[in-house]
């Protein structure tokens, strides 16, 4: 239990359903059991720490989002391209100005080299005109188009937004373009290497060996100032 309230002090954003397959891959003896009861009794003491408590292959889904800019209340666009086959994003970049040619430079960037997927999952924006259209064309990949306001349907982009938001940019301030540019490649670092969503089996989507005890004590790898931590034993 000693080990599961450490987790809670290093990582504000420490919570059951997020956090808890991390120390299980990292601590083999912290199991989710002891996770969910520190939890709860810490949020029945009122500790002000605890503030948050379908696999198509070869297929990828894309979506932009929004986040306000601090400067002028702004807002810059994002765009997103995520492959469903690990929940591996792809491609990211940002924009003030979304226009078809913006995306469609997107979706070229995506993937240069690497063969593309055989779908492209997509919402029935607007901006996805001819020109997107002719982009995907040409290297053949087939476009699978949502119902009217249902989200639903592309189900794994829009989770990877609503963790985007809640354990992201919900907590910091967007002063322009580049700046939200870096943020998101250095949360899409720890997505990538230390988030271990239970769908994938208590691993990240660039696959973790489970580390023995023998490594030593367990250390904290911060991400973005410490908001976000990885933890991984001493070598």
């Avoid at 987790?7 to 954003?13: I, P, S």
């Avoid at 430079?105 to 001819?130: C, H, M, N, T, W």
């Avoid at 349907?153 to 907590?171: A, D, I, K, W």
């Avoid at 060996?209 to 070598?235: C, D, K």
Wanted: aromatic content about 10%; proline content about 7%.
């Amino acid at each position: 239990m000693r080990r599961v309230v450490d987790f809670e002090f290093a990582d504000e954003l420490f919570a059951c359903v997020q956090c808890d397959p991390v120390p299980v891959r990292d601590a083999p003896r912290t199991n989710s059991r002891n996770v969910a009861r520190a939890y709860w009794l810490r949020r029945l003491h009122g500790n002000g720490l605890w503030r948050q408590a379908e696999n198509k292959r070869h297929t990828r889904g894309v979506k932009p989002f929004v986040a306000n800019l601090a400067e002028k209340s702004r807002l810059l666009y994002g765009f997103v391209v995520l492959c469903h086959q690990r929940r591996r994003v792809v491609h990211v970049n940002v924009t003030a100005h979304p226009t078809a040619a913006f995306v469609a430079q997107q979706l070229r960037e995506a993937f240069p080299f690497d063969p593309a997927p055989k779908y492209l999952i997509r919402d029935r924006d607007s901006i996805y005109g001819e020109m997107v259209r002719r982009c995907l064309r040409s290297p053949g990949v087939a476009e699978v188009v949502i119902a009217p306001r249902s989200p639903w349907q592309n189900p794994y982009v829009e989770r990877f937004f609503g963790t985007l938001r809640r354990e992201c940019l919900n907590h910091l301030l967007v002063l322009n373009e580049r700046y939200l540019l870096r943020i998101l490649r250095e949360f899409l670092t720890y997505y990538h290497e230390a988030r271990t969503p239970m769908a994938l089996g208590d691993n990240a989507p660039e696959p973790r060996a489970v580390e023995p005890l023998s490594r030593g004590r367990v250390r904290a790898i911060p991400y973005l100032g410490g908001l976000l931590h990885r933890y991984t034993r001493r070598a």
